[in-house]
């Protein structure tokens, strides 16, 4: 004799999902209390500033986070130390994040189709394709050095102030496309 379960109403399907997402969020946020060790290794005494989700019509894309030293100057970020890590939620194209981090660098500031090509190159390299739980961290030295960490392993680094400004100004500049994203970055939103 087979024993079947009656199907799950719409009701309790729902709450079931609300419980798993509410547990997946949860584990999230416990692990992120303290920093990656690419960025402790760099970064010793850094803390997390704030967190944001971008999402693409309602999909979530991925969560970011800020990791700044203590006097980080948002206004000045591009002087300042820190690390930027995208926690991915889904697969994406490694060329595809790439290409589309040259457009945004474009909505922050202007720069020769010479440089596009050079740091199209580079986050070629850095960028490698990306599954659900991946990790991409930025590592900012505040004097232009950017090094690019895929979960935990640096596939790339280039010392250029232009790069550097422009590249994490798509999440940290007032000309962002993100502005509710940066605002929850720097702490100022939630």
Known sequence: MRHTRPPLSRRQAIGTLAALTLTQTQAMTATTTSAP???SAVLPKSQLLGRAT???????????????????????????????????????????IAERSIAEMRRVGDFSEAQARTWQALMNQAFPSVVANDRLTGVHDGKGGVRFFFNGKETAAIQDKDYARLFFGIW????TSAPGLRLSLLGLQD
């Open 37 to 39: 060790p690419e960025t």
């Open 54 to 96: 971008l999402r693409f019509f309602g999909l979530q894309v991925y969560e970011a986070r800020l990791w700044t030293a203590s006097g980080f100057d948002p206004n000045r970020y591009d002087q300042s130390p820190f690390a930027l890590e995208l926690a991915y939620a889904r697969k994406l194209d490694g060329p595809a």
């Open 172 to 175: 940290l500049s007032p000309k």
